[in-house]
DNA sequence: TCAGTTTTGACGTACGTACATCATTTTTTT
DNA sequence: AAAAAAATGATGTACGTACGTCAAAACTGA
C-alpha cells in the first residue's frame, strides 16, 4: 500500500481528522483514550508525518547562524565555505545560513555576539568557540527562548548545547601517535609537539592523546614540552631552530594546530624536514600542498563538508523536535596521507 | 523577500501562471520569445522551484533498487543494512529501497535479474557486481527504459551507468602500500599479498596500484605474487603455511578482498602474526575486533553509510534530472587503526 | 435531569506546485 | 479579410499537512 496519511490514521482510529491533527500536534482537548486510539493506529499503519507537506502548510523556515573564529587561519576559511556552500545546497529545503565572526580569544564578544542574535529570533545557531563561563551563560539563554545550539569542531560539554559536532580530541590525539610512532624508522628520538596556543581545550585534549599513546606503546620516543608560537612567524623560527640545534636526535615534529606554513617554513631551512616524521592537522589549502611534497606525512583531518552538512542537519532536527540519525552524524577521524588525499 | 514563487515568476514576466507553468514542465505551446522572458524572470528573481512541493504535488515516489551479491561476506551484510538504514531515514522523503540479491559469479543471473526489474519499472537501481558484457547490456537496456543507474563500490565504466559510487581502486592499494611502507620496521623483507579471488576487477587495480608504491618508493620491500583462497577456509592455511615457510623474512600481509577471519585464523597458529604488518580491506564486525587485538595494523575502507546515502541521493538527482553535489558524493579513502576506530 | 464543560466532528483555507480543461486572444495561412 | 492554427489566460482540483472556526455530541457534577 501506499505511505498512510492521516486521513487513513483517522478512519483506522475510527476519529475524524481534526481529533488525530490534535493528538500530532499536541493540541489540547482530546481525551487520553481517544489519543491512545490514534497513536494505536499511527503504530498499527506505520504513519509517518510527511515533513516536506508539513512544512509546506507551515510556511517553516529554517534561519540559522553559524558563529566562526574572526581568525585568518585556513581552516576556518574553509569552514566558512563548506557551511556556505551546505546551506546553498539546501535552499530547496528552505533553510538559510548566515555566518558571522567574532573574535575568537574574547570570551565577552562572542557572549555578546550570542547575546545580539536572539533579537533576529534565529531557530539555530551553530557555535565554533572555546568554553567560557561567558558563552555558557549565552548558551543557556538562547536555550530559554527555544533555540537549537550545536558546537561546532570543539565541544562545549558543559553548557547546555543539544549537540556536538565533531570528534573527539584525545582521540585524534591518539591516532597522531599512533601514525607517528610506526612511521618513524629510528626506534629512539625525540619529538616535538607544537601549538599556536597552549590554552586551547582542544590543544590540551590531543597533547593528552598523544602523550598517553607514546608512553604506552612507543617508550623509546620521548616527546618534549608543548611549545607555542602564537601564529607568529618569527616565534616559530627561533623555537624550531631551538628544538633542531638542542635535540639532535628529533625524528618527528607534531603539530596540534593551525599555522603549518610558519613551522614547516621554518624547518625547510634546516634540512633534516625530509628526515623528519611532521604530523599535523586538518586539511587546508597549505597542508595539501605540503603533503604532496612530502613535507608533511600524515594529515589528521575531519571532513569539513560533512561537518557542516552535518551541523545544519542536526540544528534542523533539533529545531523540529524529532529524532538525530547519529550514525549519520558521527564524523569520523580522517587520516590523510599522499595517497589518498581527496581531489 | 521570502522566497519567490511560479506567482511572482509569473507577475515579473507579465505572463500567465498558466505559461510559467508550461514553460517549467517543458510543456508545449509556448513561443519562444514568452518562454524568454519567462526564463529571465527567473533568473531575476532567482526562482528555484520548490521541489517539496512539487513531488507532493505529483504524488512523486522514488523506488530505488539495490543490487548486491549473494555471497556470505559481513562486508555485503554491512552494505545492506546502511541501504536499508539509509533508505528508512529517508521514508520522509517518499522513497523506498528493495535489496535483492544475485549469485555474484554467474553473469547471466545478474543480466536476468536486471532484466527482470525493468517490470516493475524502478526508477533507479544501484547495481555491487563485476563488469561483464552481460551485466554491460542489462544496464543499457534499463537506460533505455529511463531507469537511473549507480555502480556502486565497482565501477562498471564501460556501461551507461549514471554514476560511480565508490572508490577509485587503485588509489586504495596505494594507500595500503604506503602504510605497509611505512609500518614495516625491518627495511628489508617480503610481502604477501592475498585475495579471494584474482578475477575481480578491483583486486587487479587494488595490486596495481600497491606494486606502483611499494616499487618506487620502498624498494626494500618485495611483494609476492598474489596467491587466491577462494573462501576457502583449508586453502587459506595452506597457503598461508606455504608463505610462511618459504619466506622466514616476511614483514607483511596485505589482503585485498574478504575472509581476513580464515587468513588471520592460519597466521595465528603461526606465531609470528604479532610481528607481522597485516592490512586489510573493509570495515567490518571482525576486522574491527582484529583491529582492536593488533592482528591488523590498519584497514582501508570506505564509509558505508555514507555511501548507502550517496548511491540514493544519486539515483534521486538522476531520475529527477537534477545535477548532483559532486562534493558531496565523494567518498573517502578511509584509513582505519585502532585509534580512529569509529564507534 | 439539567446546565455547564469538555471533547469531537465537519468544514474551509492555505502552503507551492502540477496538471487538466476550456475560453480567449494572437498569429499565421489562404 | 476570413478562417484556421497556435499561443495564452483563467480557473479548478489535487497532493498531505496545518490551523482556525463553529456546531454537535459526549461527558461532568449537583
Not at 487513513?8 to 481525551?31: C, F, I, K, Q, Y
Not at 623560527?237 to 633542531?244: D, E, F
Not at 617554513?265 to 605540503?290: N, S
Amino acid at each position: 500500500m501506499a505511505r498512510p496519511t492521516v486521513h487513513d490514521v483517522a478512519s483506522e482510529a475510527g476519529v475524524s481528522l481534526a481529533t488525530v491533527d490534535r493528538v500530532l500536534n499536541g493540541r489540547s482537548g482530546v481525551r487520553e483514550k481517544t489519543a491512545n486510539r490514534v497513536h494505536a493506529a499511527i503504530d498499527r499503519l506505520g504513519y509517518v508525518r510527511d515533513t516536506s507537506a508539513a512544512n509546506l502548510a507551515r510556511k517553516r523556515e529554517y534561519n540559522f547562524v553559524a558563529v566562526l573564529p574572526k581568525d585568518s587561519s585556513q581552516f576556518t576559511e574553509t569552514m566558512r565555505k563548506a557551511l556556505i556552500e551546505a546551506a546553498s545546497a539546501q535552499i530547496t529545503e528552505r533553510m538559510t545560513v548566515k555566518v558571522i565572526s567574532v573574535m575568537p580569544d574574547d570570551p565577552h564578544a562572542i557572549a555578546r555576539a550570542l547575546h545580539g542574535l536572539r533579537r533576529s529570533k534565529p531557530d539555530g545557531v551553530a557555535i565554533m568557540a572555546q568554553e567560557t563561563p561567558q558563552v555558557r551563560d549565552a548558551i543557556a539563554r538562547l536555550k530559554i527562548d527555544g533555540i537549537a545550539v550545536a558546537a561546532l569542531l570543539s565541544d562545549l560539554p558543559s553548557s547546555e548545547r543539544d549537540f556536538f559536532v565533531g570528534v573527539n580530541s584525545q582521540s585524534a590525539g591518539r591516532t597522531a601517535a599512533l601514525l607517528m610512532g610506526r612511521f618513524v624508522t629510528n626506534t629512539k628520538g625525540k619529538v616535538l609537539v607544537v601549538t599556536s596556543s597552549l590554552m586551547a581545550r582542544d590543544s590540551i585534549d590531543r597533547r593528552l592523546g598523544f602523550d598517553s599513546v607514546i608512553l604506552d606503546e612507543f617508550p623509546s620516543l620521548s616527546v618534549l614540552p608543548s611549545v607555542e608560537f602564537r601564529n607568529d612567524p618569527e616565534r616559530a623560527r627561533r623555537i624550531i631552530a631551538r628544538a633542531l640545534e638542542g635535540h639532535d636526535d628529533l625524528v618527528g615534529v607534531y603539530s596540534m594546530g593551525p599555522g603549518n606554513q610558519h613551522l614547516i617554513d621554518a624547518l625547510r631551512d634546516d634540512g633534516r624536514l625530509p628526515e623528519l616524521v611532521y604530523i599535523a592537522h586538518e586539511l587546508t589549502p597549505y597542508t595539501r600542498v605540503a603533503l604532496v611534497n612530502r613535507e608533511i606525512d600524515a594529515v589528521i583531518a575531519q571532513n569539513v563538508g560533512h561537518l557542516a552538512r552535518s551541523a545544519l542537519r542536526v540544528l534542523r532536527a533539533k529545531s523540529d523536535g524529532v529524532a538525530i540519525f547519529e550514525a549519520q552524524e558521527r564524523i569520523r577521524i580522517d587520516i590523510i596521507t599522499r595517497e589518498n588525499l581527496p581531489e
